[in-house]
């Protein structure tokens, strides 16, 4: 006997997570309902398939072997009730989105939209720099930016993007307007901090890179453009980030002949997703927002300043 659907589910979800706790808080049981689920699903299959600690919990051999078979079967039941979804054509139901947080402003305001057309659907939004894993996660669609690795996963290129450098209008009325790249010495810069603890450099024209002395230092780019809204000097981003404050004036770009091109924005998603209504309708939205209204215009402008730095 293979024992009970319901009590499949748990198990994945404890040998994933490797904790009783996490699996019962993601399915919103108890942990000793999810405990009673895998003993349940244990005595069914007649072997032990995970090794309990007081300190770890670890899929068997057995289990290990058990745990892809019901990956597979969940992931087709999973598809089974996209189909079925997906002849109502509405968007409902809930949609598991991951990015960089590099795309959260534009991101939160697509959102936005498709909470006010779709009030059926209900949105997950995870913000991370790391790679998902689609399936492991549970994530309907992951955006991404820079290049792609060749995968299995579907992808729709969003647009491309800009490193561009700005500044708050107070900080420039203080300091002064860069009009050369060597004016960046004698400006305060606010630097991202990559992964490796290392100060990213700055991306100009002609495959130019600066590093500059960085005088505040963040791992969250976000951050350091609220920064430079606040006054505290000049940071390089890329365009996508900063079309707001651009719009309203609270930032404002300088060294407009010198922006260099930035990576391509991607969606993700796997194969098959995309038939469910709620992924179309997310799709079909971030399309428009790097396409379309204010979101093309930032990247128009970044666009023109290098064809005009190009030409000069």
């Excluded at 009590?7 to 706790?21: I, K, L, M, T, W």
């Amino acid at each position: 006997m293979l024992g009970r659907l319901p009590d499949v589910e748990p198990f994945v979800e404890v040998a994933e997570r490797r904790s009783f706790r996490r699996a019962a808080e993601h399915l919103g049981v108890s942990p000793a309902a999810v405990s009673q689920n895998v003993a349940r699903l244990e005595d069914a299959v007649g072997v032990r398939l995970l090794d309990r600690t007081t300190r770890r919990v670890a899929p068997t051999p057995e289990g290990e072997r058990f745990l892809v078979h019901c990956r597979a079967a969940l992931d087709a039941l999973r598809s089974g009730r996209d189909v079925l979804a997906e002849a109502s054509q509405v968007p409902d139901g809930e949609l598991r989105l991951s990015t960089t947080p590099a795309v959260g402003p534009l991101l939160r305001r697509v959102i936005a939209k498709l909470g006010a057309r779709h009030p059926r659907l209900t949105l997950s939004l995870s913000f991370s720099d790391r790679k998902v894993d689609l399936i492991a996660d549970e994530v309907d669609v992951a955006l991404r930016v820079g290049a792609l690795p060749d995968s299995s996963l579907r992808a729709r290129r969003l647009g491309g993007s800009h490193h561009i450098v700005v500044g708050s209008p107070s900080y420039l009325g203080q300091v002064g307007t860069p009009q050369r790249l060597s004016d960046l010495a004698s400006h305060r810069c606010l630097g991202f901090v990559g992964p490796s603890g290392g100060d990213a450099p700055w991306f100009f024209q002609g495959d130019r890179r600066v590093q500059p002395a960085m005088a505040l230092r963040m791992d969250d780019g976000q951050q350091l453009v609220d920064a430079s809204i606040a006054g505290l000097g000049l940071v390089q981003c890329l365009d996508f980030m900063v079309r707001e404050p651009l719009a309203d004036g609270r930032l404002v770009q300088v060294l407009t002949d010198r922006v260099a091109e930035g990576p391509p924005v991607h969606a993700v998603w796997l194969q098959g997703r995309a038939r469910r209504p709620a992924v179309r309708a997310f799709l079909d939205a971030i399309v428009d927002a790097f396409t379309s209204g204010s979101a093309s215009e930032g990247a128009s402008a970044a666009r023109g300043s290098l064809a005009a730095g190009r030409s000069g």
